[in-house]
């Protein structure tokens, strides 16, 4: 039985809508486990996009290294971090740019969740 | 007979992989989470545990989207770590138990629980630091089986489904022939959340009930939809089910033996438990 969805602020549930619509991009980033995918990417990143079939948003989010768009264009967070670490981003780096504030503001806001 | 000695439940933050390598243990950002293990250590060193059944969640490092099992057995003689993408390093490989691991898909599936079973299985960082944590000489001193249950794909299994499935696991350990020491550790959350504007989100007092719940009223999660997991713990915080199933493997009156909380590493409430059975 389905029953209707709660709406979570700031969130897109990754499911199978969002899978169908990420699939390709999701599958190039799950290819970044691999040393020989991340460099084949880096060396020719249009190519290794065209391999994997990626539309024009995805296209597009990739170039811009935005991971809201790269969410709205089906992407998962488990398999963008592995596109995020090509760059050497960490967690406080995406949430900074996620969250439109400094790596500063971001890692303060974490801190003060604990008191 | 096997018996379950206790459950250790921990958080799994990639970013302790690199504390860990980079020696970082009594760095000022660090202490306050590395400072939870010890107790546990001595715990462990007190009952040497001869297996470990870790509950976890792989991160598309064993499976992907392709084929996306909601809840999956390790049924291998051995399990290595591997590259993961963004620069960890990769740890020492773990001894698989067959003959436990066989049991337990046997006795689960009969017990209408459709564990896919994986002969091969590379494991991420959801289970390899907890292990790394819990033994710093990655020596390993246990075998073990891996558990893993989905939480990439929404929707997730029930917490309500997972309470449950960590019965059917109890319940298959104590009717296992071998005399067996077992550990089961839940690994992951608390809460989190990676991605969206949203990103960030904690909920310290949710973490805080849900942890007492689990002496106190171990099912008052199950009260709660995936999507509602979300809501008060946020997206990664759904891996809370790791600790629930593995909390529920224990039956009769639980003792918490130990607690560390710890707010944030990365960007997560870090949390560890050790329960064992009351006397």
């Known amino acids: 039985m389905k029953s209707p969805h709660i709406k979570i602020p700031g969130t897109t549930i990754f499911d199978g809508s969002e899978a169908r619509r990420g699939y390709a991009l999701n599958k190039m980033c799950y290819s970044f486990n691999e040393q020989a995918g991340r460099d084949e990417f880096l060396k020719d990143e249009d190519a290794y996009c065209a391999k994997y079939g990626l539309n024009a948003q995805q296209r597009a989010a990739v170039a811009a290294k935005n991971v809201l768009q790269l969410l709205a264009a089906g992407g998962n967070a488990y ?4 596109f995020g670490g090509i760059f050497g981003l960490d967690m406080q780096d995406i949430g900074a740019q996620q969250t439109g504030v400094s790596k500063d503001e971001f890692k303060a806001k974490l801190v003060a969740a604990g008191k | 007979m096997a018996k379950i000695v206790g459950v250790v439940t921990t958080s799994h933050v990639p970013a302790i992989g690199g504390a860990i390598h980079k020696g970082l243990q ?88 459709d564990m896919v079973t994986c002969q091969e299985m590379v494991v991420d960082h959801a289970f390899t630091l907890p292990l790394a944590l819990l033994y710093p000489d990655m020596n ?26 960590g019965q059917a696991i109890g319940r298959a350990v104590e009717a296992f022939e071998q005399d ?6 839940g690994t992951g959350g608390l809460s989190h959340q990676l991605e969206g504007e949203r990103a960030g989100f904690i909920n310290k007092e949710f973490d805080i009930k849900f942890m007492d719940s689990l002496t106190t009223d171990p099912q008052w999660a199950t ?23 593995a909390r529920a493997t224990m039956s009769g009156k639980v003792t918490e033996v130990h607690r560390n909380f710890h707010i944030p590493i990365s960007n997560t409430a870090a949390a560890t438990m050790l329960l064992e059975h009351a006397v």
């Not at chain 2, 400072?35 to 040497?48: I, M, N, Q, S, T």
């Not at chain 2, 996306?68 to 698989?96: C, Q």
Request: aromatic share 14%; glycine share 6%.
């Open chain 2, 223 to 245: 009260q709660y939809t995936d999507r509602e997991l979300v809501a008060h713990a946020g997206t990664q915080g759904i891996e809370l089910l790791n600790w629930l199933t």
């Open chain 2, 140 to 165: 390993w001193p246990l075998s073990v089986v891996p558990i893993n249950i989905n939480t990439v794909l929404f929707p997730t299994p029930s917490a309500k489904r997972c309470y449950k499935l």
């Open chain 2, 26 to 113: 009594t760095d000022a950002y660090w202490k306050p989470f590395f400072d939870g293990f010890p107790p546990v250590r001595e715990w462990l060193a007190k009952v040497k545990p001869d297996v470990a059944i870790v509950v976890n969640n792989d991160h598309g490092l064993n499976f992907f989207l392709d084929k996306m099992p909601t809840f999956a057995i390790g049924t291998a003689p051995e399990y290595k770590n591997a590259d993961e993408g963004w620069g960890i390093p990769v740890l020492p490989s773990f001894k698989g138990n067959e003959d436990l691991s066989w049991h337990l898909a046997e006795s689960l599936i009969g017990d209408e629980f």
């Open chain 1, 79 to 82: 398999y963008l971090a592995k």
């Open chain 2, 180 to 185: 067996l020491k077992v550990l089961v550790i």
